[in-house]
Each structure stands twice: as structure tokens, then as C-alpha cells.
């Protein structure tokens, strides 16, 4: 199965921006979507963005529409997360991952990476 690899993350303040990377270690097939997810510390595994790779159809949860922008890059099979005017409510682990539809539940996507941190200080 697909392996994804996540980097990106970092220690950056309210305002300012990160792109995060989410690498497959093979070719993303059309049919696929691949979605960003993420996690604090106590919370529940949160929806953020999805992508439908081969459509190329992008989706995002309210909490970061207007600020992020998911995308893909075929080549590389590598999908990205513009993350803009970034807020502390936004740190936490980040997870990229596979399904076949864009839901916006964790469990309805079966192929995970290990995840970057993100943390947005005041």
C-alpha cells in the first residue's frame, strides 16, 4: 500500500504562514482522495482539507476555509497545504492520508501518515 511521509511543520507565530508536504511513496491513483487531518493534544482527530487527486476537487472544514489551500503536484505525487494567517487554535499534529471519498470522518480513511507538529505561538 501507498506509504505517505509528512514534513513541514514548525514552531511559527499568529500571522504568519507554512506549507506543509505530504509525500507518497507511489504513484496516487485517480480515484483516490487525499486528506489533511489534524490532532490536539486531548481533542479528537479534526477534518481540515481533502483533495480528489485525479479531478483535482478540493474540500475544507469551516474552521480553515479562506486561510488554507490544499493542492497536488502529479509528478511528484505530492499533495500540499498552504497554511496562511495561521492561528494559535491550529497547532496541532497534522496528518495526511488516503480513502475514497471525501469524507470528513478519520475513520473512513485508511492509509495514514505519521504526522508533523504544528505549533502557532502567540
Known amino acids: 500500500q501507498v506509504q505517505l511521509v509528512e514534513s513541514g511543520g514548525g514552531l511559527v507565530q499568529a500571522g504568519d504562514s507554512l506549507r506543509l508536504s505530504c509525500a507518497a511513496s507511489?504513484?496516487?491513483?485517480?480515484?483516490?482522495?487525499v486528506g489533511w487531518f489534524r490532532q490536539a493534544p486531548g481533542k479528537e482527530r479534526e477534518f481540515a482539507s481533502a483533495?480528489?487527486?485525479?479531478?483535482?476537487?478540493?474540500y475544507y472544514s469551516d474552521s480553515v476555509k479562506g486561510r488554507f489551500t490544499i493542492s497536488k503536484e502529479s509528478a511528484t505525487n505530492t499533495v500540499y497545504l498552504q497554511m496562511n494567517s495561521l492561528k494559535p487554535e491550529d497547532t496541532a499534529v497534522y496528518y495526511c492520508?488516503?480513502?475514497?471519498?471525501?469524507?470528513?470522518?478519520?475513520?473512513?480513511?485508511?492509509?495514514w501518515g505519521q504526522g508533523t507538529q504544528v505549533t502557532v505561538s502567540s
Open positions: 507511489t504513484r496516487i491513483y485517480s480515484s483516490l482522495v
Open positions: 492520508a488516503t480513502g475514497t471519498s471525501p469524507s470528513q470522518s478519520a475513520r473512513d480513511y485508511k492509509n
Open positions: 483533495i480528489r487527486w485525479g479531478r483535482g476537487s478540493t
